[in-house]
C-alpha cells in the first residue's frame, strides 16, 4: 500500500514536471512568434518611413494613378449599365475585389522592403497582402466598406493601414506580410530552450529510472537473502537434530548394549558431521570467494586427466547412481588451474546435474581446444532451466523459485562458486537450457 502510493506519487510528480516543461515550451514558442512579428513590423515601417524619405512617396503612388483612372472608367462604363440598386452593389462588390488587385499589381514598396530587411539580415521569404476595407467611387454610388479585416493572429504581420483620396475615389486598405519560414526560424530561437528543457526531462526520467532499477534489485537481493537464511536454517537443523536423536538413542542402555546399533549411530553421527562440516565450509567459502585480492594457487595441469580424475571420484560418491559419459578431446594440453577450486566447480555442476533430474542422470563430460582456450562441457539430461531465470542462476543465493526449492536441498551459492572460479582462472562460464530437456554448462579457460 505504501509502496504503491510511492509509486504514484512520483509518477504523478514527473507527469507534472513533463506539463510545466511542455507549457513552458508551448509559452516561449508563443513569446518568440510575438516578437518575430512586433520585430517585422517595425522593420516595415522604418522601411516605409525610409522610402517615403528617399523618393517622396511610398510606394504605392502608381498604384492609385492606375486605381484613379479604373475609377473613372467604371464610372463612365460601367455604372450606366446598371439598372437597379442591386446592379450596383453586385458591382461595387466586383470593382473593390479588383481595387485590391490593381494595388499588389503596382505597388513597388514590397520589393524596397525586401532589399531593406535584407541588408538588416533578417529572412526575406515572405508573401505580402493587400486587404482592401474601403473603397468608393465619388459620385456614382459605389461605395463599400467591409470594415476591419480578420488578421489571424501568429501567421501574419500587420504592417500598416493607408488611406488615399484622389479626384475619382478614397480608398482604405491594409498591408500585410506573412513569413513562410516562420516555425524555422521561432525554432531556430528556441532551438537552445528548448533542448535544455528536454535534456533536464530525460536526465530526470533517467534518474527516476536508475532508482526505481535499484529499490528493484535491492528488494530481490532482500528477498534472496531472506531465502538463503531460510534454506541455509533448514540444511542445518537437519543434520544437527539427527545426531541430537543419535544421541539420545545411544543413552538408552537397550541401544548400548548392542554393538551393533552403537556402530549404526557412530556412523550416523559421523556421516551426518561431515555434512554440517561440508555446509560450514560452503557458507566460510563465500567471503573467501569475496575477496577481492582472491586469487587461486594455479599450477599447470593436464585438463583432461584432472577432468577424468574428478569424473570417476564423482561416480563413486554417489554410487554409480549417474552415468558421465566422457568426451575428453584435449590430449595431454595443460591449463594452470587451482586443482582443490577447478575440483569444487567441476563437482558444483555434476552435483547440480544429477539434483536437478528428475529420471536417472546422464551426463556427457567433454573437453575441446583451440588456440587460445579449452572449453569443458557439461550437458545434463535434468529438468532444464527456463529463460526468465537463467539470467540469474550465477547470482548469488539465488534458487529457481518453483517446483524444486522445497524438494531438492541448496543454499544458491553453487552456481555463483562456479562464476567466481572460472573468472578467477581467467576464464568464464555459459549455460543454455532447455527445460524439461536439459542443461548445457560451457566454462572456457585460457590455454597455459
Ligand atoms: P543450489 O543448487 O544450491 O540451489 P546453485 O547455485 O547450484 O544453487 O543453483 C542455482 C539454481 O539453478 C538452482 O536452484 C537450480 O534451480 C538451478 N540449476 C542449477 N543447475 C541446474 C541444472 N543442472 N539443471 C537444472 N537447474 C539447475
Known amino acids: 500500500m505504501k509502496r504503491s502510493l510511492l509509486i504514484s506519487l512520483s509518477l504523478s510528480a514527473i507527469l507534472i514536471f513533463i506539463l510545466v516543461q511542455v507549457y513552458l515550451v508551448h509559452n516561449i514558442w508563443e513569446q518568440k512568434e510575438e516578437q518575430l512579428n512586433f520585430r517585422y513590423t517595425a522593420l516595415s515601417r522604418e522601411a516605409l ?10 510606394g504605392f503612388e502608381k498604384s492609385m494613378t492606375i486605381l484613379d483612372i479604373f475609377s473613372d472608367l467604371i464610372k463612365q462604363k460601367e455604372l450606366p449599365n446598371c439598372k437597379n440598386s442591386q446592379d450596383t452593389l ?23 522592403l525586401k532589399r531593406y530587411i535584407g541588408r538588416q539580415g533578417y529572412d526575406t521569404t515572405f508573401k505580402t497582402t493587400i486587404i482592401v476595407r474601403k473603397y468608393e467611387i ?12 480578420e488578421v489571424k493572429p501568429g501567421s501574419t504581420v500587420f504592417v500598416n493601414s493607408f488611406r488615399e483620396e484622389r479626384d475619382n475615389f478614397v480608398v482604405e486598405y491594409d498591408y500585410l506580410i506573412s513569413l513562410e519560414r516562420r516555425n524555422t526560424i521561432v525554432f531556430r530561437e528556441v532551438f537552445l530552450s528548448l533542448s535544455l528543457i528536454l535534456a533536464s526531462i530525460i536526465i530526470v526520467l533517467l534518474v527516476y529510472w536508475f532508482t526505481w532499477r535499484n529499490l528493484i534489485e535491492e528488494r530481490r537481493l532482500s528477498e534472496l537473502k531472506s531465502d538463503f537464511i531460510n534454506n541455509m536454517t ?18 538408552m542402555e537397550q541401544v548400548s548394549r548392542n554393538e551393533e546399533k552403537v556402530r549404526e549411530m557412530a556412523r550416523m553421527i559421523g556421516k551426518q558431521s561431515i555434512h554440517l562440516n561440508q555446509l560450514i565450509n560452503t557458507i566460510l567459502e563465500v567471503s573467501l570467494l569475496e575477496r577481492e585480492q582472491f586469487s587461486p594457487d594455479r599450477k599447470p595441469v593436464m585438463i583432461d586427466e584432472l577432468l577424468h580424475d574428478i569424473s570417476e571420484a564423482f561416480t563413486t560418491s554417489c554410487n554409480n547412481e549417474a552415468v558421465i559419459k566422457e568426451d575428453l578431446q584435449c590430449g595431454g594440453n595443460e591449463v594452470e588451474a587451482d586443482i582443490l577450486y577447478f575440483t569444487t566447480m567441476i563437482n558444483n555442476l555434476l552435483s547440480n546435474a544429477v539434483k536437478y533430474c528428475d529420471k536417472e542422470p546422464v551426463i556427457e563430460l567433454s573437453s575441446s581446444i583451440d588456440a587460445r582456450s579449452v572449453s569443458i562441457k557439461i550437458t545434463d539430461n535434468g529438468i532444464g532451466i527456463a529463460r526468465e531465470h537463467i539470467s540469474h542462476v550465477f547470482d548469488k543465493f539465488y534458487r529457481v523459485p518453483q517446483g524444486n526449492i522445497h524438494k531438492v536441498k541448496g543454499l544458491g551459492l553453487g552456481l555463483y562458486y562456479v562464476k567466481r572460479i572460472a573468472e578467477a582462472h581467467d576464464g568464464n562460464v555459459s549455460v543454455s537450457s532447455r527445460p524439461g530437456k536439459g542443461t548445457t554448462f560451457i566454462i572456457n579457460m585460457p590455454i597455459k
Open 90 to 112: 453586385v458591382l461595387a462588390r466586383q470593382v473593390m475585389s479588383e481595387a485590391g488587385s490593381i494595388i499588389s499589381k503596382n505597388e513597388t514598396f514590397t520589393d524596397y
Open 138 to 149: 465619388f459620385n456614382s454610388g459605389i461605395q463599400q466598406d467591409a470594415g476591419e479585416p
Open 234 to 251: 533448514h540444511e542445518l537443523k537437519t543434520p544437527l537434530s539427527t545426531i541430537t536423536v543419535a544421541g539420545r538413542t545411544l543413552e
Open 49 to 58: 518611413a525610409s522610402m517615403m524619405k528617399r523618393s517622396g512617396e511610398n
